[in-house]
């Protein structure tokens, strides 16, 4: 098995391309140890001293270390906590497979809503990916959109210009009753 990595824009955060599915669909978000209970991989990479989140794509990995941890010290470990999982034949996730990632919304607002579930999906999201994350809607109230930054897009130096300059303006341009795009944390 050869596993790649590639950098992110997220100094702090590292994508691992195992060569086959981490996913069948969806994503799923692992911002501690604590969360990684439903998953055999998530937990063997958080056994990795240093790894301070995880996060799942369907064919990729995004580990996310500690400020005072260099990836020259951990990326083997990481490799073979990989490496391992998959020679193991066990299960990247038990229990419930991961969704859309979009809370869910009803109200008046619920088709400028779909609008922008579906713009999300289509424009944002796969541009994301290539960068080791993904942004989903978190709600919308009065014009404002609010979204959940996960991955490598969590704690990235450029999310905010991302997030402002081109989500916002992608939104705003489709959407009239959009004014404002603002990050929400887990």
């Known amino acids: ?31 501690s140890v ?4 439903k998953s055999p991989l998530a937990g063997r ?10 996060f799942f794509g369907t064919d990729f990995i995004t580990v996310t270390k500690a400020d005072d941890v260099e990836w020259d010290h951990i ?6 906590a990989v490496m391992e999982h998959y020679q193991s034949g066990a299960a990247v996730m038990t229990g419930e497979q991961a969704g859309s990632g979009h809370a869910e919304h009803t109200g008046e607002d619920a088709d400028i809503v779909n609008q922008i579930k579906e713009l999300l999906d289509t424009r944002v999201r796969p541009a994301v990916a ?3 994350g993904d942004i989903t809607f978190h709600g919308f109230d009065r014009g404002v959109v609010y979204l959940h930054m996960q991955g490598a897009c969590a704690g990235c130096p450029s999310s905010t210009l991302t997030l402002k300059m081109g989500i916002e303006n992608l939104l705003r341009h489709y959407i009239p009753e959009v004014v404002e795009v603002r990050p929400v944390a887990a």
Not at 45 to 54: A, C, K, L, Q
Not at 75 to 80: E, M, S, Y
């Open 130 to 132: 290539q960068d080791g």
């Open 75 to 80: 990326k083997p470990a990481i490799l073979g």
């Open 45 to 54: 990479i958080f056994g990795v001293e240093g790894v301070t989140g995880v």
């Open 34 to 37: 604590e969360a990684a209970g």
């Open 1 to 31: 098995m050869f596993i790649q990595t590639e950098s992110t824009p997220n100094p702090a955060t590292l994508k691992f391309l195992p060569g086959q599915n981490v996913l069948e669909v969806g994503t799923a978000d692992f911002p």
